[in-house]
């Protein structure tokens, strides 16, 4: 089985700063690309950035600028570095990665569980 795990979620006021961290494990072949998501109250699932085994990176328009994802390969974990936050900003995000686990051919999309991000004074 592979597991995603999320941590670093918490509360924020205005304008301050969270890194998220998600780890891969289980029995893992390769990962294709990993990626934040993130779901406010009432609103639909939306790509928060993603950046694939390469390094390639993108970023929704309304956090380019603020956020940066990053990842360490050897270490199957992506990163999420939140600076200047917003009211707006409030959700679960929740870590996606495309994974071929060990003995199959077929790449299948895994979810962590989820962490709460809430932005207030």
């Known amino acids: 089985q592979v597991q995603l795990v999320e941590s670093g979620g918490g509360l924020v006021q205005p304008g301050g700063s969270l890194r998220l961290s998600c780890v891969a494990s289980?029995?893992?072949?390769?990962?294709?690309?990993m990626g934040w998501y993130r779901q406010a109250s009432g609103k639909e699932r939306e790509l928060v950035a993603s950046?694939?085994?390469?390094?390639?990176?993108n970023y929704a328009d309304s956090v380019k600028g603020r956020f940066t994802i990053s990842s360490d390969n050897a270490k199957n974990t992506v990163y999420l570095s939140m600076n200047n936050l917003k009211p707006e900003d409030t959700a679960v995000y929740y870590c996606k990665a495309d994974i071929q686990r060990i003995g199959t051919v077929v790449v299948f999309r895994f979810w962590g569980q989820g962490t709460l991000v809430t932005v207030s004074s």
């Open positions: 950046i694939t085994s390469g390094g390639r990176t």
């Open positions: 289980g029995n893992i072949f390769s990962i294709n690309n």
